[in-house]
C-alpha cells in the first residue's frame, strides 16, 4: 500500500488545441511522494518537461483545496479518480502504488470540448447559470434582511446541500450520457427549497433546462453514476426535485 516515495508512468491525453488529433503519452516520474497531491505530482511532470524544453501538460486548476471545481482529470476510469468525494486536487499519491501506470485524461463530453491537452471548456455550464441561476432582489434600500424569513431547518438544510455543488461537471464526464442532470438539479433545488426562490421559480426551471439540453448535453436514465462520483455527494433526490418543478412550470401555462 502506502510507502513514501514511487516510481510511476503516467500515460497523458496530449492534445495541441480544440482542432487537433490527440494521442495517449507516456512519461515517467519518480520520488513521488505519498504526502503529494494528484496536481503536485502533475507540477513535477511539468518541471520535469520545462527542464527538456519540451511543452507542459495543460490542466485546469485554482484553489487546490476542493472547492473552485476548476480540476477536471479524468484518473484510471473515473473523474477525479479512485477516492470517494474528493476532486483530483484532494486526490493524495498515497492511493496509489509504487510501480503503477495511470490513466490521466480530460473529462470528456459533447458538451465539454477539449481545449488542450487534459483542459476542456465548461462554459455550457455558465451559460447554464445565466439562463436561471439566480434570485432577483430589490436592493433599493429596503431590502428586507434574509434571516428575518422564517425557513424550516430541514429546507434549509437541503438547500444549502444542494449549493454545494461547485460546477466540476465529474457528473456529466461519468454519465454514460453525459447527462448535466445532476448540476442542474442541484442549481434549480438549491433554489427551488427557499421562499427567495419562489419568484423567479417557473422561468427558472423552463430556462435553464432550455439552457441544458441546447448545450448538448444527454438525457438522464437514473443509472446513479453521477452520484457516485460526485466529490461534493450532490444527491440524486435533486434530479427528481429538478424534475416536479419543471413538470409544475410546464401544467401552470
Ligand atoms: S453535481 Fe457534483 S459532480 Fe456535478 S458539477 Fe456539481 S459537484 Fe460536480
Ligand atoms: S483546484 Fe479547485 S476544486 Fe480542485
Known sequence: MSQESMNLTLKVWRQKDAMAKGEMVEYKVSEISDHMSFLEMMDVLNEQLVAKNEESVAFDHDCREGICGMCSMYINGEAHGPDKSVTTCQLHMRSFNDGDTIHIEPFRAKAFPVLKDLMVDRSSFDRIQHAGGFISVNTSGNTQDANAIPIRKEDADLAMDAATCIGCGACVATCKNASAMLFVGAKVSQFALLPQGQVEAQERVQNMVAQMDKE?????????????????GISLTNIARMNREYLGASISK
Do not use: H, L, R, S
Not at 448538448?216 to 461534493?232: D, S
Open 216 to 232: 448538448g448535453f444527454g438525457a438522464c436514465t437514473n443509472t446513479g453514476a453521477c452520484e457516485v462520483e460526485c466529490p461534493k
